[in-house]
């Protein structure tokens, strides 16, 4: 059973002075998700569009490093040769 737990007025939660994890299972006084409110069909939405900008990133990336450094080449071979 998890200990009762609260942070004194005015003072900020620290990672010394908070507990390992909550149990909200027993407790009246916290919306909970009821059962089988989320599906497979939901979770696999959730999942899949949150790795979407992530992949996006991730795959992106090194073709904009690496056009950055063509133009970057390009850039310097058209300049004018500095004295």
Known sequence: MAENFSVEAGS?????NLPEDFDVSQREDVAKLRKHAVGLGGVL???VTGAAPISAM???TPIVVGMARVRARQARSCSPPSS
């Open 12 to 16: 900020r939660p620290t990672p010394s």
């Open 45 to 47: 939405f959730l999942t």
């Open 58 to 60: 991730l795959f992106n």
